[in-house]
């Protein structure tokens, strides 16, 4: 059997040049106006973190990209598109993978039954045997139904899908969130390997302890609005300032 590290070597991405570039995006919910200006760009091949405390309007970040709020103003390009005008379900086929928070498993098909369902966005899709190598667990529920699996292995089945799917640029909510410490290792593990592919990953996390040593970029937001960004090299001398922007 193959190694992780050796599962799907043609999922390697050139790193450098921007996946994904937001500018001064407002983002409403009927009168709720909750994003006020975000700006960040992502370039191919990183992870980048979205922090803040609850209520930052860090999901409905990830959300706005999605074409998932009542309105949107602004700018966002992915892959050199411009898709502020685009359709929702058009979005996912510039190779975009969103796992949202509330994980999206559908209870009363089993494991394989929900990674065969997502259509392809792209080529260049994990097959079943590369996902099972990446996801023993998974392998070894494939016949259970999603009502009858833990938190951490319904999240696996989550982020796994959306790897059979092609998508190149990950959008992840609170994956870690009510997981043991051993799931969030595994988790944290596989967002590495994905990384080290040229992945381009965003993350949303609570667990900067998780989100941490995975990052090369950390945005803060605060009320609709990125306030500052550490990158990983400045990480070590800024953890004190990033705590107390936190709250920790």
């Known amino acids: 059997m193959k190694t992780v590290a050796e599962v799907a070597p043609e999922f390697r991405d050139s790193l450098g040049g921007e996946m994904l570039r937001i500018r001064d995006l407002h983002a409403y919910y009927g009168e709720s106006h909750i994003l006020h200006g975000v700006d960040f760009d992502v370039r ?30 602004g700018s ?18 510039l190779g975009i993978g969103y796992c949202p928070e509330e ?12 990674l065969l369902l997502p259509p392809t966005v792209r080529s260049g899709g994990m097959s079943l045997d590369e996902i099972y190598t990446m996801f023993p667990n998974l392998y070894e529920r494939r016949r259970s139904q999603g009502t009858k699996l833990s ?18 640029l990950l959008l992840l909510d609170e994956i870690t969130e009510g997981l043991a410490p051993v799931i969030n290792q595994t988790l944290g593990e596989v967002l590495m390997t ?21 990052a090369d970029r950390h945005f803060v937001m605060e009320h609709g609005r990125i306030i500052e960004e550490i990158s990983a090299a400045e990480l070590p001398s800024q953890r004190e300032h990033l705590n107390t922007l936190l709250g920790v």
Do not use: Y
């Open 44 to 73: 191919r091949g990183e992870l980048v973190t979205l922090l803040g405390r609850n209520g930052a309007g860090r999901s409905t970040t990830l959300k706005a990209i999605m074409n998932m709020v009542g309105r949107r103003t």
């Open 76 to 93: 966002i390009t992915i892959n050199g598109n411009e898709t502020l005008g685009m359709k929702p379900h058009r979005i996912p086929r």
């Open 103 to 114: 994980r999206g498993i559908f209870a009363s098909l089993d494991v394989e039954e929900n």
């Open 151 to 168: 938190g951490g292995e319904q999240q696996m089945l989550a982020l796994a899908r959306i790897l059979r799917t092609g998508a190149r």
């Open 194 to 214: 994905l990384k080290e592919r040229g992945m381009t990953i965003v993350l949303v996390e609570q667990n900067f302890r998780f989100a941490a040593p995975l």
